[in-house]
């Protein structure tokens, strides 16, 4: 039956499915199997988020799709679009394991300890085994079993066969034993041993096998699941940062609704204290705001009337006026955790090698414990001893670290990530980060702030002081719109105060402004605007013109009454942070290269402040992509730090894209991480922590495949015993998951 609605059923291109039913990397690799096996769809199944990623042609519906996972199988859903904490808590996966976990090592603990001690085994201790085990067998290890007879109706083997076939075995072996052998004689005593000794086998109880293996392994299975929902916890913190409610301004009044009320335009209030309800544009008010759950910046950001703010944000300061430009899945919040999602969903070259080995490790593992029956058989050695080792075999080779080890990393890492302001769009991009050596970053917006700011004033000899020459231009400056005036008007408030008003504002296109301020005629802009006045720079002005100019400043003149009193230079200013972030690029085995389409006086301006020695200047939008493609074409591997449209193909060139979050949507939809923070400090940040990933990655599956090399052929030769072997499966997978965990304490 289908688990979607009609409404539901229509031509997609991509969609994500929820798969409910996998125990194991075989599992997921048998769905993905058998959704490519549609014409033209590519899919990718992860088996630690339980999530398919499908691009299909148009043509191909969801119902087609559902239809094959469960021809499969398993069963698919659509998941919700927005999951919430409460979904979550009802949808626990771990609720039901840890009771069949509870119940069963209750169960367990005395049968393994009587099978163990042969000072426990009283007068029919062995009875009292069985009627503990049966419960364990049967009602605990049920999820195992109906998913073997669920594969086996499919033609398939997955991990679950191995744990089903291994218990089932040995709890009928030692039923055998009791009601036809010599095992259910009262005063029997069974002593625990290592190794496999000949025998008949019709006194030799496993029913410390069947129910400790059970338990080992639920509790194998509930750790995976525990650790997973924990390795999530940063999408679904994402998800709860949000406000759950909002005061609107409708009607001149104020009014509290939720969330999902609020509309793109609507004007909303936010008191000290309080969240940004969504992102916005501040209309009222001046407050300091506190970003750094989206940002990991520690310093409140100052904001006043015209400034953009993040929804999820809160409040520092004073109360807010916010005129809303995004909600919903539109937010900054909204898209960093559907970014986060997009990356936990992916799979890298690593995890794909190892979902191909367990796809058909399992079969052979089958084929050995069958061999492994055979072999100790024919060599004379009993059924108790060929029975032990087959078992042990199919115990010992149960694939789970192996499914988990590229998963639980990605999950931990990309979550780790997204709280620093990180967003790393897929597990692809990790192993990107291990050749790069090279990186470019463009300079407007990356290395500089992408802004104006006032950076000098240079008055005449003799005449008028630096604070009424910026109050004077400032205010003129600020009737303008123009970049240069506004870096002008705010360096001024920022030195001076409150600036005057101004009357008779005139804007001369291409020279600058004109205009009365507190009875002064003031002009402000280039020199050609003064000479019309006849008002030329005086020599020691016009030198200090030709200087700011000569360091890649924008100069503009001022005067006033008749007279030239000033030459004001503004620039785009390096970011604080920037020339510690390219040492530390620089420590990381990195090349800096400057990439800008500024003339090469201001490129090589910033790059001397920042330590970069290499410079590309002048360079065309259209030209970036090639610059990038030259220096591939020089055997390096290049990563590309960019912000604007302009750089967008360059990102998708390089072979590992950075945009700032500040940038524009192209930017980031090219690139293959985000930097939330807009700040290049973050750039060195993000290729240690997708390196780091990418060495758990690689440690998990090393000691993954180690484990099972080396295990295989201790159990084939009967030196393990069963119960040793499911415990030692457990363990493997809970170094796997551990091993992941230490990501999370990346800083």
Known sequence: MSTLTAQSVAPVTDVELSIVGM??????NRIERKLNKLEGVSATVNYATEKARVHAPDGIDTATLVAQVEAAGYTAVLPKAEPTTQDAAEHDPTTQLRNRLLVSAT?????????MIPALQFTYWQWISLTLAWPVVTWAALPFHKAALRNLRHGAAT???????GVVAAFLWSLYALLFGTAGVPGMVHPFELTIEPSDGAGNLYLEVAAGVTTFILAGRYFEARSKRLAGAALRALLELGAKEVTVLRGGTERTVPIAELVVGDRFVVRPGEKVATDGVVEEGASAVDVSMITGESVPVEVRSGDAVVGATVNAGGRLVVRATRVGADTQLAQMAALVEEAQNGKADVQRLADRISGVFVPIVIALSAVTLAFWLGTGNGVAAAFTAAVAVLIIACPCALGLATP???????????????LIKGPEVLESTRKVDT?????????TTGRMTLVDVHVADGGAATGEVLRLAGALESASEHPIAAAVAEGARARVGELPGVSDFMNVEGLGVQGVVDGHAVLVGRPALLERWSQSLTPALAAAHAAAQEQGHTAIAVAWDGEPRAVIAVADTVKPTSADAIARLRALGLTPVLLTGDNAVVARRVADEVGITEVHAEVLPSDKVDVVAQLQAEGKVVAMVGDGVNDAAALAKADLGLAMGTG????IEASDITLVRGDLDAAPEAIRLARRTLAVIKGNLFWAFAYNVAALPLAAAGLLNPMLAGAAMALS???????????????
Not at 23 to 28: D, E, G, H, I, W
Not at 107 to 115: D, F, G, I, W
């Open 408 to 422: 639980t990393a990605l999950l931990v890492g990309t979550g780790r990530g997204a709280q620093l302001g990180i």
């Open 439 to 447: 990186v470019v970053l463009d300079k407007t917006g990356t290395v």
């Open 664 to 667: 524009t949507d192209v930017a």
């Open 23 to 28: 125990t194991c990397a075989s599992c997921a």
């Open 159 to 165: 991990m679950d066969t191995l744990i089903s076939l």
């Open 733 to 747: 997978s809970a170094f796997v998951v551990a091993n992941s965990q230490r990501l999370r304490a990346f800083k």
């Open 107 to 115: 169960l367990a603990v005395p049968v393994v300890a009587m099978a």
